[in-house]
């Protein structure tokens, strides 16, 4: 009801403040007997991190995670998986400055709204730094998926109005992590990188598109009516913080065409239906089809800019918020594995779920 | 768990095939000695129903709605509202000829390997026919939402590649209604209903793009972290049937923006804090900050067209699929008052859950 | 969150009111593939029918279900089946005399405080009306358990001071539905039956105790913690109309002995693991263990008698309040069948949820 | 799911085994607002703890809690709150001796069917040191009834045969903590703790009954149908390890009354609502009518026992269980706090769902 739960089957609740004691996430409904390996998780922890690379924020954050509870002797038992990120230097900054003013296009204003109070400190809850609880849970999620052969993949399409428009079959996706804009095409990446650079020595911040395939999705997954498979996933990806738009398959695109273009013809392949292509996007109403599960999601420009601006404060006074040095130029390379993250724990929700669908 | 269930606090499940015996929903949670407006309910279904012009299928469907629990003396009770729309001739057509076969792009495969079986008459479940049950929840939603002042409304701004790039604050939405199409902008709804028109006579199908807008939108509401208002609103217009994209706000085109350009700027107007802009769409870290609320929702072609196309049927054999003529040419039309039917179901359980959030 | 959903992953809603048009519920989760046996359905509602013998209320309502939808060709599909119960002569009755008034020990008053307004005829939605949905739903949660080879019975084993003393193991339980009163033991059932038509006679009412037996329950079902399984059946038993108490295996008896006597000692039945005594009626840490489940709820004596009884309305005044004949002098006999419906339904819910809880 | 969560609108999760890492709850729901004092919390938890007096388990565990988050300057920010409490030594003790052997009446055995694995040391998730979880959380739902007026007071009415069965209206509830068993009465006191003292030197255990009242409960809290007030109640006290049976108002006793002593008539008391008696306690059709709420849980004899006990072992080998002597000879003095933090939970859930039920 408050909304920091997500999932039904595998269901995660997250908790933390961006300088609280600590983040963290409870998993419930993990299955016994997955094998966990801590440094995946770690390693998962680490592509989120800021400082990574130069093209992202420089705060150095260790985000080492503390499991607390649900496995023993290297494996999940069943009961809840506890983790934990602590806060290093939780107390020691001063935020005074900010305390009672709303900082523009960020939540201050309407936290404050709503609960008549707020951790001013670094965004509070409504940092982006909760998303490392997601990760964290993500991780386990993709090991439970790896299990049953599906792969994520997400990757930067976009960063400002350089665009790739490669289709995703046609890109070598174990180029990701090859740099740090995390865009396969080397070329691509390239140009994305200079223009967040540019960007970050103007003082501005810059949108994006971060891009996902998942392939080897069992045909069935997803529920019919309110819970489809791309509902699910839509409701994911804008729970990311910046993320403005979902698309899948065709997309927005596919508003143009027509149905007898768009259609995906299904023929056997081998005795296995297939469709010759896929406007659907793996998808058809809202179940799994078995092809390839490819969507989009737009993240706006980063809020937090150096130059001064203007706002008001807790009692509607005119004031200058201006921003510290320290915070991404461009969100997307540090979103892909948020992207994956949440992918993940949807089809972790889903692929247990669809236990349950038909007679034993 | 099943995904027939909607909501939190406003939760509503819907049930029913498209050729069964009936359709309908039940809502649980509408708050006690709310007014029941039972023809506005009717009228709102009438919007949806096939048959009501020129340019949507001339299905004959009555959709009359049978109230059968909830309401006493003309107000809601505060126990379920259980509503029933019978399917008038159920048994009476032949659907023997496509028992056995997928039609392209829609749900007949997916349904048939997640639960190895399913009623095949007129799609079963899979049917937009059970979008009517939402229609009739959504209608009670909305007069939940009148009391609070807030407005709903939705209208078609594409057809194929006709697009109305005028914003939604420069329309006349008093005009929606005006033309079969509910494109408020005269001009262009006589050009998509040309358009739909020739699309139809070619046997074809066509996507589209429908807008909304929320107007006086209580400021706090939505949830921080995974029920974001603009979260929820995403799943809810995922989850209607062929719809392929979501954005809000700045949306896809917010990302070739800069940070210093998509900023909205607060400032006092008249004791009320309100943006320069509203690049952020009504909602700043998923919590309404009462400006207006606006989002685009991209639907794809109609799956039914009249040309023979390619498929295999259970078996995995070679067959042909050949569609009857009475299918929408193009689903927006009728997809204007189920958007805002799904948008009203969305902000009456955010309006009730934020009943809680603060001490009394 | 407003209290009519039952279950998680076999999941019911029930909705309607006593004297509305309908009574009903849907099942969200059952699984697809099992054969329903409509008949068994409306067996099952004869069994919890007014009318049915000499000892319980004299009303006419025949309890005709209609199921709605997710049946197709004698299976279930997957998607949510509902069933409705029509009110044969809704409007027909004067309900006048009680619409102001508080009936003692009824849930008028506090129906009035909590929602502002109650729908007052018969009761709405506080009649044990309501329960005629939970039955039929009941009844296809033991269409799926029978498939695991489950089973439940339930019986009368206390009628006001008139108690059994006899362990459900020495019963014979095929003889629960060979007399009204429905007590395995024909000389305590005879008793029973005299004793409830010479309290009728007096125009007054006496409660009673449903004992229930599950067999061959498969070891694992139920979950720690929270949702342990005697927990999940204390809930259901309580929410049913009248009952008062709940206490499995030596329940409250069970408080006045050592734990050395107390204790089940574990030994291997030919390659099963079965214990010696069955004290923990089935379920040692909220999940059965194999071994038969057992329990016991309490009934209060019906609210409703012949005599006047003082009371006030809804403005405070003293008013007398005067029972009408036709309602159930003791209500055991016809809350067996409930009590198994109860039943079905938690460990039809359970059964799915163990398929989740290890690696495939 | 997984039967980790507990409640809805307040609704906490907890996590951890008995010598894992750590415990901990994370509550989402609790509003914004409520000043949270720490001391109490880790006061409540004292009341829990072993090794508090001469008749319970002398283990040395100092359950001291860590906030990690949803506190700011001493209030409550409506986001979640965790917290933890570490395992101080969970790694030095030796547990291999009952490694692969199921000890009798606890759940070692089922765990282990239901998972396929399982934490052994001390229990692991099925220990009742996961109640300190409850107690912390319950102790913040605590915080939020005071402030509505609501108080709560369980205690010991019952120890093996010694049952005191003064009505709770003539008891003095401010000497529960008086004596280390928390039984009101001094007398009985004394002799229930003679009595546990006894049964401990014979290294045997014993069970007992815990009491609960509930004072100045707003009338209307509690749902119909399926989420009735004590229904809840009856699955919160049912799902503390060792609870046996629950009962409310008039209970099992009830059941030999006639309706018209069983009756509560109505009276004004000055302008509110009464009833002469209260066989209802306090709770009528499911939910409060403002009399006291009063109801007794069973506790079962602890099933760990000095004596050896036959067994069997993960292979079926018959074995010899031998318990340790560090374990409460009697749960319910420890029970008493437990019970009342499950109280909480369920009325702080049903006082911010009782804001949703009518029109605003």
Redesign the interface.
Known sequence: ??????G??F?I?????SH?????V?I??C????PIDEDFIQAELARRRPGQSKIVTQRKEADRV?????I??G?S??????M?IFNADARSKDYSHIADK?R????D???Q???????YRGG???SAR?TAARVAAGAIAKL?LR??GLSIAAYVS?V??LALNTPPTALDLSQVEATPVRCPDPQMAERMIELIQR?RKAG??????VSAVVKHCP??L???????L??????????I?AC?????????A???????E???????AD?Q?K?RSN???G???????GMDIYFRC????????V?G????NEV???VEVTGKGRHDPCVVPRAVPIVEAMTALVLADHL?????????
Chains 1, 2, 3, 4 share one sequence.
């Open positions: 009801m408050a909304g920091n739960t997500f039904q089957a269901r609740t997250t908790f933390g403040e609280g004691r600590a983040l963290g409870t419930d409904g299955p016994a007997g997955l503390d499991i607390l509870s649900g023993f002797e494996h038992t069943g009961t809840p998986i506890a934990v709303f523009p296009s960020h939540a204003f309407t936290y709204q709503k609960y008549g109070r707020r951790d509070g809850r409504s909760e439970l299990r049953a976009q400002g109005e960007v501005d911040t810059i949108g994006g598109v045909v069935g997803g529920d019919p009516v309110f819970d489809k791309h509902a699910d996933l839509a409701k994911a990806m804008l729970s913080n403005k738009g979902f698309e899948y398959g065709s997309g927005f596919g508003v143009a065409m027509r149905g007898s768009h259609n995906d013809l299904f023929y056997d005795g239906v469709t406007h659907s996007g998808i058809q109403g809202g179940i799994a089809n737009a993240f706006k420009p980063v809020a937090t800019i130059a601006q203007e706002s008001v509607g006074e005119k247990l779920r669809q236990r349950m669908v038909q007679m034993a």
